[in-house]
C-alpha cells in the first residue's frame, strides 16, 4: 500500500497550552475528515512549531485524538525573516491506495497563505467540529 505525505497548518493566537492544543485537534480533526483517515492507516506524524510556540508539544493533541499507536515527532521550524507567526504544521505519512490528486492538504486559521495555490477547504462549523473532537477525546479515538 503506498504511504502518501498529507500536509496541514494552523495558527495559534497566544503561546499557551490549551490554545495550541485545540488549534492542533482542530486541524486535525479537519485533516481527518477531509481525507476520512483511520489512525490505524497512519504510519506517522511529524509537527513543526514556530520558535514563538512553547507552551505545549502538539503532538499532545493528537494523542488526546486516540492515537496512542501512531509514532510523533515535534520540532521547531526554521525561522526565516518574514514567516508566519504561532505557526503549527504537520505531516502525516498516511497509508492509502487513495491516489496523490485525491490527498487534501488543510491550511486554516490563516495558514491558507502558506500555500495559495492549494484550494481552500469549505468553512468549518467550529461548533460541531469541536463536538466532534469532544466525542474522539471521550472514546479514546
Same mark, same amino acid.
Given at each position: ?18 490554545? !495550541? ?17 483511520? +489512525? #490505524?492507516?497512519?504510519? $506517522? ?5 514556530? /520558535? ?7 503532538? !499532545?493533541?493528537?494523542? #488526546?485524538?486516540?492515537? $496512542? ?13 518574514? $514567516? ?6 504537520? !505531516? ?5 491506495? /487513495? ?16 500555500? +495559495? ?8 462549523? !467550529? ?11 471521550? $472514546?479514546?479515538?
Amino acid at each position: 500500500m503506498p504511504c502518501r505525505g498529507v500536509r496541514g497548518a494552523t495558527t495559534v493566537d497566544v503561546n499557551e497550552r490549551e490554545a !495550541l492544543l485545540t488549534a492542533t485537534r482542530q486541524l486535525l480533526a479537519l485533516l481527518i475528515r477531509r481525507n476520512e483517515i483511520e +489512525p #490505524q492507516d497512519i504510519a $506517522s506524524v511529524i509537527f513543526t512549531v514556530t /520558535k514563538d510556540l512553547d507552551a505545549e508539544f502538539p503532538a !499532545l493533541a493528537a494523542r #488526546q485524538l486516540g492515537w $496512542s499507536g501512531v509514532p510523533l515527532l515535534c520540532g521547531y521550524e526554521i525561522s526565516v525573516p518574514g $514567516s508566519l507567526e504561532r505557526c503549527v504544521r504537520v !505531516l502525516v505519512h498516511w497509508n492509502t491506495e /487513495k491516489p496523490a490528486r485525491e490527498v487534501h492538504h488543510v491550511y486554516a486559521r490563516g495558514a491558507e497563505r502558506l500555500r +495559495p495555490d492549494l484550494e481552500s477547504p469549505p468553512e468549518a462549523d !467550529l461548533a460541531e467540529l469541536d463536538a466532534w473532537i469532544n466525542r474522539q477525546m471521550g $472514546s479514546g479515538g
